[in-house]
Structures are given as C-alpha cells and as structure tokens.
C-alpha cells in the first residue's frame, strides 16, 4: 500500500526566510504526489501535484516542490515566507483508484 | 463558479441518534469521498464513490454508511452515532480528466456526539 510521512509536526521560519516541509513517500509504481494546505476552520486547499515531466513543480502562492525519485521525497518549498503562509500542511500519494493516501500533516507557523 | 458545499457546518449530537450529513458538488465530477480529520491521524478515508450507484468503503468505514443517487450529492450517515466519531468531517471531489487528478474540498463539518 502507498504510504506517505511528514516528519515534522511543526516547522518554525521567519518571515522573509526561505522555508521547507519534508515529504517521504512509499509506492508501487510512478508516484502522483500533491501538497494540500489548510488554514483554520477550513477545507483543504489544493497547492501543486507532480505527475510526471520536470521535477521541480511550480504551484499556487509561490510554493513550489522538488521531486527527487533517489530519495522518495517530494519537499514543499518557497523563497521568502509569509506570516499569511502560517497553516497545516498536507502531503498527498495518490493511492488505488482515483484515492489519496495522506501525511499527518505539518503546521508551519511562520513568525514576524 | 463550480464548488463543494456541506452542511450542516457544526452539529451536536447524542449518542446512539442517526445523522447525516451532506455533500453537494457542482464539478460535475463522477468521483466523490468523504474524510474525517482527527488531531494525529491526519485525514482517513471512510467512504468513497466513483459514480451514480457506486459506493466503496474507505479505512474507516465501521459506523457509516454513503448512498449515491446523482452526481451532485453523497450524502454520508452515521447509523448510531458514538463518542469516537466526534470529529471534522470533509467531503471532496475529482475527476480524472489529462493530468488533473487533484481533489477538491469542501469548508467541513464538525461534529461532536455527547
């Protein structure tokens, strides 16, 4: 069964400081991989997949995610952190079917 | 614009009550899914559909059930509700169309059982 780990429960970055979550995955198969993210008291907001083609994936809000098949990873990325960039953070493997296996997520705080 | 609506957006509840709750979509999608986010489990599959009729039971199904009559609505019931099944209810939805395969959430609802 595909399986997905998200290391750190929470990840702390200044603002303007670039920031990383890590995502570690486990398939059978290609991977088709995603980054959700949610703020409070809301659903998941879809950020970036990658499916095939370039492994750097460029998404929503100036996130972006580094695909490297060696090392099972697929880390969500960006340049310069917001304080608005301060939510839970959620990896996705997309498992049998049309299905989605997730990570237990990661809350970034992102701090002034 | 096309979205993903649940209601109600909180419920209370006593134990051993039926409830359901719904999920209406306007994607248009055939692919349907209900979820339950709890704090340390990340969010766990209960049931899903991948079309009118077609219901499929998920990670954690025990205690729930889904119906399919359209393509809009999955709606999910909880036959008897228990203390365990306090938790954030998410529906989502997804269509399988090129390399768009992403899901896509509703606002949640969260539900407590006293």
């Known amino acids: 069964a595909q399986s997905v780990a998200q290391p750190e429960d929470q990840v702390n970055v200044a603002e303007g400081n670039p920031l990383t979550v890590k995502c570690t995955y486990s398939?059978?198969?290609?991977?088709?991989l995603f980054w959700y993210v949610q703020y409070p008291n809301r659903g998941l907001q879809f950020l970036l997949k990658y499916i095939t083609g370039d492994n750097l994936v460029k998404g929503s809000y100036g996130f972006e995610a580094e695909f490297n098949k060696s090392q099972t990873s697929f880390h969500l990325k960006k340049p310069s952190a917001l304080v608005s960039d301060s939510a839970l953070y959620f990896c996705a493997v997309r498992d049998y079917g049309q299905n989605f296996v997730f990570g237990p997520g990661t809350r970034l705080s992102v701090l002034p | 614009d096309a979205e993903i609506t649940q209601s109600p957006r909180h419920k209370i509840t006593e134990t051993g009550r039926q409830v359901t709750l719904a999920c209406h979509q306007t994607?248009?999608?055939?692919?349907m899914f209900w979820y339950r986010q709890d704090l340390g489990h990340g969010l766990r599959l209960i049931h899903y559909?991948?079309?009118?009729?077609?219901?499929n039971k998920g990670e954690v199904s025990d205690g729930y059930s889904v119906s399919r009559s359209n393509t809009e609505d999955l709606p999910l019931t909880l036959e008897s509700a228990a203390s365990s099944q306090t938790s954030v209810y998410f529906c989502a939805s997804s269509e399988e169309v090129g390399v768009s395969y992403e899901q896509y959430f509703g606002p949640g609802t969260r539900l407590t059982v006293t």
């Open positions: 398939v059978s198969g290609n991977p088709y």
């Open positions: 994607w248009n999608h055939n692919n």
């Open positions: 559909s991948y079309g009118v009729q077609d219901t």
